[in-house]
């Protein structure tokens, strides 16, 4: 019985932690937008006139200099979170969850550049991480998790 007890709070604690595979969370909308370049979602919001990378960006790489920037290499560590599309035939892997107050606005909007265009994007208010990932045929891909 003390077994089940302790197992029982233990999945509790994961549950409310959001620690280990028993938390999921819900997709509220998917957005999929068209890029045919490299991504960069700013982190925080930037103006249209901030196409350069910030430490905090989230990059997901088509090209192979922005492949190294997300992987590293043998002599350097990553410089920035992201993913890299290695196959153009299939989507990337999606990144680990973002905190989408860290890189909305005051109108819950985002800021991405498709290579140096400026755009933006709106998850629904009741958002609270989002996912990014890029795919073939151009794809740029959101999810809005509650």
Known sequence: MKRLAFGLTLATFALITG???????KTLETLDDACSGDVVV??????????????????????????????????????????CQHNPTKKSNLTDPIAYSSIRNGDWRFRWFCGKTAERSRCPKETRHVRFRIGPDRLFQTLCLD
């Open 42 to 83: 700013k982190v925080p919001w930037a103006e249209d006139n901030a196409p350069s990378l910030d430490s905090g960006d989230i990059v997901l790489a088509r090209s192979k200099a922005f492949c190294d920037l997300v992987e590293g290499s043998t002599s350097e560590p990553p410089k920035f979170k992201g993913r």
């Open 19 to 25: 620690r280990g595979a028993a938390v999921q969370a």
